[in-house]
C-alpha cells in the first residue's frame, strides 16, 4: 500500500511565524506534489518537484517555498507566515513518467495562522 | 479561463439511485487525462477513475463510470446504486501532455449527500 504521511494534522501558527510542512512517501515515488484547498476553490498546485533538488512553481507559489533533498520527503516552508494562508494543505506523489498514474495523497494538513 | 468547470456545488440522490457528476474541461492538447477523486469528511483523497483522451471506451470501475465526450469536452462521473457512504466531495481533475510529470488541475468539487 502506497503510503503518504504529512507530519500533522492539525496546526495553529502565530502570523510572522516561520512554519515547516512535512510530506514523506514510503513508494520511491519520483513526483512530489503540494496543494492547498480552499472551499469553492478546489486543490490549487503550490510547488512539485520531479526529483532531489528540482522544484517547479505551481499556480500559487507566492509566499511559499519548497525542500527536497531526498527522494521520499518534500517539505513546504511558509517563510512568514499570513492569515490568508489559513487552509488545507495536501501533499500527494505519484510514480515515474506514466500520464495514466493517479496521484497519492496524503491526509492533509489544516492550518490555522492567527 | 477555468480548465477544469465543475457547475454542481451541491447534489442530493436517494439511496440505491443513480448520479451524474457534471465536469467539463478546457484544453489545446491532444494528449490528457482525466480523473475523479472523492473526499469524505475525514478529508483524505481516493482515487475513482481515469480516462485518457485517446480511450476509445468510456472507463468503468465497479459502480463508477466515466461518461466521456470528447467533442463536448465533457468527463462526467456517473455512480450507479448509490449508498450512503457515497456521501463525500468529488473533484474532477486533468493532466495535460503524456508525461506523469506535471501535476493535475483540479475543479471546484461538488458536494453529494445521499439520502436513506
Known amino acids: 500500500d502506497v503510503k503518504v504521511t504529512q507530519s500533522s494534522r492539525y496546526l495553529v501558527k502565530r502570523t510572522g511565524e516561520k512554519v515547516f510542512l512535512e510530506c514523506v512517501q514510503d513508494?520511491?515515488?519520483?513526483?512530489m506534489f503540494w496543494y492547498r484547498q480552499d472551499p469553492g476553490l478546489g486543490l490549487r498546485l503550490i510547488y512539485f518537484?520531479?526529483?532531489?533538488?528540482?522544484?517547479e512553481k505551481g499556480d500559487i507559489p507566492e509566499g511559499y517555498s519548497v525542500s527536497r533533498e531526498k527522494k521520499e520527503r518534500f517539505s513546504l516552508i511558509l517563510e512568514s507566515a499570513s492569515t490568508n494562508q489559513t487552509s488545507m494543505y495536501l501533499c500527494?506523489?505519484?510514480?515515474?513518467?506514466?500520464?495514466?498514474?493517479?496521484?497519492?495523497f496524503g491526509p492533509g494538513t489544516r492550518l490555522t495562522v492567527t | 479561463a477555468q480548465k477544469i468547470t465543475q457547475t454542481q456545488p451541491g447534489m442530493f440522490v436517494q439511496e440505491k439511485e443513480a448520479v451524474t457528476l457534471d465536469c467539463t474541461y478546457d484544453?489545446?492538447?491532444?494528449?490528457?487525462?482525466l480523473f475523479w477523486y472523492k473526499q469524505p469528511s475525514s478529508g483524505e483523497m481516493i482515487f475513482l477513475i481515469y480516462?485518457?483522451?485517446?480511450?476509445?471506451q468510456n472507463a468503468t470501475e465497479g459502480r463508477y463510470s466515466l461518461n466521456f465526450q470528447k467533442a463536448r469536452k465533457s468527463a462526467n462521473l456517473v455512480i450507479s446504486a448509490s449508498q450512503l457512504g457515497d456521501s463525500a466531495m468529488y473533484f474532477c481533475?486533468?493532466?495535460?501532455?503524456?508525461?506523469?510529470?506535471?501535476?493535475?488541475?483540479f475543479g471546484s468539487g461538488t458536494r453529494l449527500q445521499v439520502q436513506p
Open positions: 500527494a506523489s505519484s510514480p515515474g513518467a506514466g500520464a495514466s498514474l493517479e496521484q497519492y
Open positions: 513508494m520511491d515515488h519520483e513526483n
Open positions: 518537484s520531479y526529483d532531489v533538488k528540482m522544484k
Open positions: 484544453t489545446s492538447d491532444q494528449s490528457y487525462g
Open positions: 480516462q485518457g483522451s485517446y480511450d476509445e
Open positions: 481533475a486533468m493532466r495535460e501532455g503524456l508525461t506523469g510529470r506535471r501535476a493535475l488541475t
